[in-house]
C-alpha cells in the first residue's frame, strides 16, 4: 500500500511537443493534473523530468502551472534512471515508492519503471495518467512495467490508497479533485 511518508510523484516528459500527437490526450492531461494537485493536499513530493527540452518544448503550461514546487529536470536518456540528475532528486527525497505518470508509456515510461524496480524501488505506473500516440503502444508499455515489477494503478486508486480514510478536509479536498 502506498504511504504518503515514502511516495514520490514522478511526471516523465508531459511536453508541448510530444502532447499534440499523443493518443486520449485531454484525459491523459486531466488525469497528471488531478495526481499532481492530489500530491500537493497529500504533502507528496514530486519530480518532473523534460526529454530534450530544446527540441521537444516544455511541459505543456496547464501542468507546469501545477508543479511549481520543483524545477523541471533536463535529460536526453529515455529513462530518468540514465540521468544523474533525476536519480539524485530521487534519492534525495528519501523515498522508496515512486507513482509515475507520462509519456510515451512504452518508451520512457517504461525505461523508467523497468530501472526503478530494478535499482529497488517500489514503482507503481499510473495507467490513466499515461499514455503513448496509439493505444496499443500505451498497452504494450503498460504490460512491460508490469512485466518489469511495476504495479499498475490509477489516479483515484492511487489518491484514495495514500489518503486512506474518508473523513476530514484532506478527504474533502481528494474528493473535490477527483469529480
Known sequence: ?????????LIVDIQEKLFRS???KEELLANAQKLARGAGVLGIPLVWAEQNPRGLGPTVPELAALLTAAAPISKFSFSCCESQECMRALRASGRRSVLI???E???CVYQTAAGLAAAGFAVEVVADACSSRTPEN?????EKCRAAGAGITSVETALFELLKVAEGPVF???LNIVK
Not at 1 to 9: K, P, S
Request: no cysteine; aromatic share 0%; glycine share 8%.
Open 105 to 107: 508509456a512504452h518508451i
Open 101 to 103: 505518470s507520462g509519456i
Open 1 to 9: 500500500m502506498l504511504q504518503t511518508t515514502d511516495t514520490l510523484l
Open 22 to 24: 499523443i493518443h486520449a
Open 172 to 174: 474533502k479536498e481528494i
Open 138 to 142: 500505451k498497452r504494450i508499455g503498460i
